[in-house]
């Protein structure tokens, strides 16, 4: 059917508003999955393409605006970004988004969803105490794509910080004072919308401080093998441990037995050794000094792949590679990964770790022995150019078990 240029003007003005083009798409047999989302939420990612052809995407039944799309070719890139909102609540017809590339003027559909957008239900938010002049950080669950704005229905009782901080998850985590002692229902909204994501009641006042419940009885782990004062498990903060400390008051704890376990400035405890020991927790308020409680201390000896592991973190960007953690090497040019393992993961000058030659073994395999070979004592040789990785197991004398890879380049550049 030959369409007019009133209707074609129509339809490219609606592409350009979706940020899509909306052009018919070859009927390929692909078949329609069903994705679900709630009010005010969005889902997005890269994905990978299928071929070298240009990628673009359209929206049928969405003339009420549920969701909005984003998406962005990538270009020369092998992936794809897509960016789905979710903007209304479905009724009875819902949106399908076509994914689709170009070629030869045809355009061959990748993917199709139809998309289900549901009324968002109010999340269940826990209560909050505090003590009056003490500030806490409280978490709460944000699976929207704004953060929370807040409303309270007394004034004077809590303050709460505009500032805050959002995790991996959204979650956004938000530091909370108390002004003076009574209760607070705080209602929390979807910024820039009139949607209450849920509410919960936040209490000021005078509560006696107590250990967090995760941190009763105290477990650590120990390092047999050197220092376990930088490794995490192996540690714990006072601070962390306690919980409704009080304004002014100043808190200490001692360790009964400092074979097992000991304290840096009677603020950290740190375990020494394997066993069970106690420890006094004290705090000072007023010139008095009460006890807050005596904390049962379990100290396991952890695994000597645990050990490298926490060695490995300590070097936050990789133990190889210069920035782009890549190592590089010239055809028949040599790198030699054993002194960097050793270094690094075995006998760490820096973290004070050190095992013995008889307590570890490690072996090596490359993924592409036409490009690089490494032979049994780590040293690896460049064959011809391109780029493969090789991985390293190293297997303790406990049978635990610590592995990593290096990616490493054959280039035919001169090295200085």
């Known amino acids: 059917m030959k369409l007019t ?129 003490m500030s806490k950080d409280v978490t709460l669950s944000n699976p929207y794509y704004n953060s929370y704005k807040f409303k309270t229905d007394q004034k004077g009782i809590v303050k709460i910080s505009t500032a805050c901080l959002i995790d991996t998850n959204g979650d956004e985590t938000h530091s909370f004072t108390g002004v003076k002692e009574g209760t607070v229902k705080v209602s929390a909204y979807v910024r820039g919308t009139s949607k209450k994501a849920g509410s919960f009641k936040v209490t000021v006042g005078t509560f006696p401080a107590k250990v967090r419940k995760e941190f009763s009885p105290l477990k650590l782990k120990y390092n047999a093998h050197g220092s376990s004062g930088y490794m995490a498990a192996c540690h714990v903060e006072l601070k962390d441990i306690l919980e409704d400390t009080k304004k002014g008051a100043k808190y200490t704890v001692s360790v009964d037995d400092e074979s097992v376990a000991s304290t840096i400035n ?81 006998n760490n000058d820096l973290t004070g770790s050190h095992f013995k030659k008889t307590l570890y073994k490690i072996t090596y395999k490359s993924s592409n022995k036409k490009i690089l070979t490494v032979n049994s004592d780590g040293v690896v040789t460049g064959k011809k150019l391109g780029s493969a990785n090789v991985t390293y197991t190293i297997t303790f004398s406990d049978k635990s078990v610590h592995s990593g890879d290096c990616q490493i380049s054959v280039t035919d550049e001169e090295f200085y």
Not at 11 to 18: D, E, P, S
Not at 90 to 115: A, F, H, N
Not at 316 to 340: Q, S
């Open 5 to 133: 240029k009133k209707i074609i003007s129509l339809v490219l003005t609606a592409a350009m508003l979706m940020g899509c083009a909306v052009f018919a798409v070859s009927a390929a047999a692909v078949k329609t999955t069903d994705e679900t989302m709630t009010h005010y939420t969005e889902k997005q990612g890269f994905h990978k393409k299928t071929t070298k052809y240009k990628y673009g995407c359209k929206i049928t039944d969405n003339k009420d605006k549920n969701i909005s799309v984003e998406f962005n070719d990538g270009g020369d890139d092998e992936y794809y970004f897509l960016r789905v909102r979710a903007n209304k609540a479905t009724t009875d017809k819902k949106p399908v988004l076509t994914v689709y590339y170009e070629k030869d003027g045809k355009k061959i559909t990748v993917s199709k969803t139809r998309y289900t957008v549901e009324k968002s239900a109010q999340l269940p938010f826990k209560d909050v105490r505090i003590n009056t002049g």
């Open 266 to 346: 009677s603020k950290t405890i740190y375990s020494t050794g394997k066993g069970s020991t106690t420890a006094t927790i004290k705090e000072k308020l007023n010139g008095k000094k009460t006890t807050v409680a005596t904390l049962k201390i379990s100290v396991s000896k952890c695994k000597m792949a645990y050990v490298a592991d926490q060695n490995r973190e300590f070097y936050n960007d990789g133990i190889f590679g210069n920035g782009d953690m890549v190592e590089y090497i010239n055809v028949g040019g040599k790198l030699r990964m054993k002194k960097t393992l050793v270094d690094c993961l075995i």
